[in-house]
């Protein structure tokens, strides 16, 4: 890297998710590393797009999105959760749920400001929040529930905390944040003032008799909370980079200047092919079906780990398993994802990727089933001969 590069981008590297899709690849292994599906999005929203473009749709979209796709989300809103949000002052499009977070961690964090996060976190969370000048306060999410010390998060808040961040479902520990959990976090951020930053791009990918509960509709929360979504994970087609910001008018005033020095604004046929497809999904049972598919994918690869000696803990919510390592030798998980890559043909993510310390992880190894059933069913072939490899063949 080039000697003048500043200080904080000079630290983030390449990370280990660039180094396991290279070895994934080396290796001809089948990738679950991956955090996205192997298979196409629906009919519906691809044919949306293609028209958007032969209509002309093609020039800059006003700045904070396209108005149809803006109703379409308050539309969606309105739908599950009964309050009118509204679409001229209370919703922003951005390029994807990253930007999103990009806008809302710069928009309300500072120099010298923390942010609390649930450790683990997605990995863009960290860049995100030393670009802005402040500092991350993780609080331990613990396996086999991922449940976290309501004292540890209380201690958390200080005077310096601006913003607590909440990824639910959460990737990649599967968990769905109860409405107890809920309630502490909604009173600790009223206590301090704190506003809430909440990565909902899981919410549809729910399982069981979970439920996903946004923390911007428990009371007194509205006012305080930053809801991001994307339609990346809910339509398959994540390379597509459709996100959106929902807050309240005088938080999203702020939001929409990061915004529009960040992408000005977000690709216009793509926005409108998003609006129809939010249209179509709460007027079809798109959304049931997704669930039932994930369902059936999620019993496949538990199954399949569970008969290669890779038990996974279960999850609630989300597209990822993560298989429990311990017995099985390995001083680490980047260790362990490292062999499986190399000498069983099978790509898996170490969580520890997710943690500030890597040395805190559990030994875990994150495997994605957003994959064709032949895409399971090759890692399985693969998988089987995990204990016969084993070094030092357990
Ligand atoms: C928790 C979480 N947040 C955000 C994102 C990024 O979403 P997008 O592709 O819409 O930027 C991902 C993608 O993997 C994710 O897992």
Not at 129 to 152: C, H, I, K, M, Q
Not at 271 to 284: G, K, M, R, W, Y
Request: glycine share 8%.
């Amino acid at each position: 890297m080039d000697s003048r590069t500043t200080r904080q981008v000079q630290g983030f590297g390449t990370s280990i998710f660039s180094e396991m899709s290279r070895l994934a690849n080396q290796h001809g292994a089948v990738n679950l590393g991956q955090g996205f599906p192997d298979f196409d999005g629906p009919d519906f929203y691809k044919e949306a797009a293609k028209e958007a473009i032969d209509a002309g749709l093609n020039q800059y979209a006003i700045s904070h999105g396209a108005p149809r796709l803006r109703q379409a989300i308050a539309a969606t809103w309105r739908h599950d959760h009964g309050r009118e949000v509204d679409p001229e002052t209370e919703v922003t499009v951005t390029s994807g749920a990253t930007e999103a977070l990009f806008d809302a961690i710069q928009a309300f964090v500072g120099p010298g400001d923390e942010a609390i996060v649930f450790e683990p976190f997605y990995d863009s969370y960290l860049p995100s929040t030393l670009l802005a000048g402040g500092t991350l306060r993780p609080v331990t999410l613990r396996p086999p529930d991922w449940a976290f010390d309501p004292d540890e998060l209380a201690a958390a808040f200080g005077p310096k905390t601006r913003v607590l961040l909440l990824n639910t479902p959460h990737n990649p520990t599967g968990k769905v944040f109860s409405g107890d959990e809920l309630r502490l976090i909604a009173d600790l951020c009223q206590r301090w003032d704190v506003i809430a930053i909440t990565d909902e791009v899981y919410d549809r990918i729910i399982f069981d008799d979970a439920v996903h509960l946004p923390l911007a509709e428990l009371p007194g929360m509205w006012e305080r909370t930053i809801t991001i979504n994307s339609t990346g994970k809910s339509f398959s087609l994540t390379g597509w980079k459709i996100g959106y910001l929902i807050a309240p008018a005088a938080v999203t005033a702020a939001l929409r200047i990061v915004h529009q020095f960040v992408t000005f604004a977000t690709s216009t046929p793509m926005q409108h092919a998003s609006a129809v497809a939010l249209e179509l999904a709460l007027a079809n049972d798109y959304y049931d079906q997704l669930r039932r598919d994930y369902a059936r994918r999620r019993a496949v690869l538990a199954d399949v780990l569970a008969a290669s000696g890779l038990p996974a803990l279960p999850i609630a919510g989300g597209y990822f398993l993560n298989s429990d390592l311990s017995g099985l030798g390995f001083a680490d998980d980047v260790t362990f994802c490292r062999w499986l890559t190399a000498e069983v043909g099978v790509a898996a993510v170490p969580p520890s990727a997710f943690y500030l310390d890597p040395a805190r992880a559990p030994l875990l190894a994150r495997f994605c089933f957003a994959k064709r059933d032949e895409t399971l069913r090759a890692a399985a072939d693969r998988l089987r001969r995990v204990r016969d490899l084993l070094p030092g063949g357990n």
